[in-house]
């Protein structure tokens, strides 16, 4: 098994422009969810799906953050206009029955 | 609010000695509670884990302790090796073995030095 696949592993974009992340969960899993790490507030949960539906998404910042999830096999977090304190580590991680999390190997975005 | 708490950013211990990693939460509902390890540019692993009914897990060089009426844990790595290197976070879930959102600590450094 590949585990889970993040793309890019890195971006580089300015202020105001739309970034798209992407992320292919293990096969079989019918959790996906979204993380964000930074210095201050270590690994925050942004949002999660099961079976596709998005289940909480409370943690996600502001309106400009929007996730998709269309298959059970690939989902997007999207952030629209970036902002240069959008700058952190984003994660992906998948799940099944147990509690055990699956994380990819992230995404390093840096908005300037 | 933090429900789940590392209060130590960092740590360093000798090769061979035990090294502590402490996690306090605040949420007596808490069930089930993980340790993950991340090494840098990776994304963290599941390390080891423990059910609210035990106090106690053991995977080799690694241990968790559960104080329920402390709402602590710890994690115990004996002996260190210079490969424990990495940032060790905390995690815990309301509900076990039905996935769902895990609440994560904000990691703590551990450095072993030869």
């Known amino acids: 098994d590949a585990g889970v696949i993040q793309s890019p592993r890195h971006e580089v974009t300015e202020m105001g422009q739309e970034v798209t992340l992407r992320c292919k969960p293990i096969?079989?899993?019918?959790?996906l969810f979204w993380y964000r790490q930074t210095m201050m507030r270590g690994l925050e949960l942004l949002i999660y799906?099961?079976?596709?539906?998005?289940?909480?998404d409370s943690g996600m910042p502001e309106d400009r953050f929007s996730a998709k999830m269309p298959n059970a096999s690939f989902s997007t977090l999207k952030i629209q206009p970036s902002e240069p304190r959008d700058s952190a580590v984003y994660f992906c991680?998948?799940?099944?029955?147990?509690?055990?999390?699956?994380f990819g190997p992230g995404t390093r975005l840096t908005v300037t | 609010d933090q429900q789940v708490k590392q209060n130590s950013p960092s740590l360093s211990v000798q090769e061979g000695r035990i090294s502590i990693l402490n996690c306090d939460y605040t949420?007596?509902?808490?069930?089930?509670f993980l340790w993950y390890k991340k090494y840098p540019a990776e994304g963290p692993t599941f390390l080891i884990s423990i059910s609210s009914i035990k106090d106690k897990n053991e995977d080799g060089r690694f241990t968790v302790f559960l104080n329920k009426s402390a709402k602590h844990l710890s994690l115990h790595i004996v002996p260190s090796q210079p490969g424990d290197s990495a940032v060790y976070f905390c995690a815990a879930s309301p509900v076990y073995n039905q996935g769902g959102k895990l609440i994560f600590g904000q990691g703590t450094e551990l450095s072993v030095k030869p």
């Open positions: 949420n007596s509902m808490f069930d089930y």
């Open positions: 096969s079989g899993h019918d959790y």
């Open positions: 991680a998948s799940s099944w029955v147990g509690n055990e999390q699956y």
């Open positions: 799906f099961n079976n596709n539906v998005p289940i909480d």
